[in-house]
């Protein structure tokens, strides 16, 4: 599986809904995309994933040779113009929104938001990408730290963030409507540092080992 990321733009908008929707409860605020897209102080990011296409079974058997038809200068002009008999097997577009990432920029931290992948896509990298993605857009952007909360329940999430440097700073009580959980508060240390750089291009190399290369486009 091919897997790029790139800058959120309005054709991707009703994809990126669908994710939300799922990925969150069903009392999740939603975000409102297309105002967010000309907000300086933010950037959203979105996974584009290309599958390769399922093997045409049709196309690996050969054809049944054609008898010659009785009709001379006629059969092969129609024939010319509609083809051999054979229709083209039709081209099917296998990308697709796989998960986004939003960042917002305040002051000297950038805070991501929130980061989704479609459920049938997980387990496959894709959100480790997109967190790669939001650290380069804070370096890029010059903040000192990355900012997010995460449910106290979601330690697959926790584990993921740990392993980027993000550490527990406090807990945000309730902070979930659907079930009044508490948020987990994890921040960074700075990422412009030698040690962090250090890290996170060892992180990246791993990453690349274990998966697919690394394609992000800012």
Not at 3 to 13: A, G, H, N, S, Y
Not at 38 to 52: G, T, W
């Amino acid at each position: 599986m091919e897997v790029t990321v790139r800058r959120l733009r309005v054709e991707d908008i009703d994809a990126v809904v669908e994710i939300e929707r799922e990925a969150f409860s069903p009392t999740w605020v939603g975000t409102p995309f297309k105002r967010e897209l000309s907000n300086r102080y933010a950037k959203y990011l979105m996974a584009s994933c290309r599958e390769a296409p399922a093997p045409d079974r049709a196309a690996s058997v050969a054809p049944a040779p054609v008898k010659p038809k009785p009709w001379g200068w006629l059969a092969r002009w129609f024939g010319g113009k509609k083809g051999n008999g054979h229709a083209a097997a039709p081209t099917r577009d296998s990308s697709s929104v796989a998960g986004y990432v939003g960042i917002w920029f305040q002051g000297d931290e950038a805070h991501i938001t929130e980061i989704a992948v479609r459920e049938r896509l997980r387990g496959q990298g894709i959100g480790e990408l997109l967190l790669i993605g939001s650290v380069r857009a804070a370096v890029q952007e010059g903040s000192g730290v990355l900012t997010l909360e995460v449910r106290v329940s979601n330690f697959i999430a926790q584990r993921l963030y740990e392993k980027y440097g993000f550490k527990a700073v406090g807990t945000r009580k309730a902070y979930y409507a659907d079930n009044r959980e508490d948020a987990t508060i994890m921040t960074t240390s700075p990422i412009h540092s030698p040690e962090y750089q250090k890290k996170f291009v060892q992180l990246q190399e791993d990453y690349q080992s274990r998966w697919r290369p690394i394609s992000i486009e800012m």
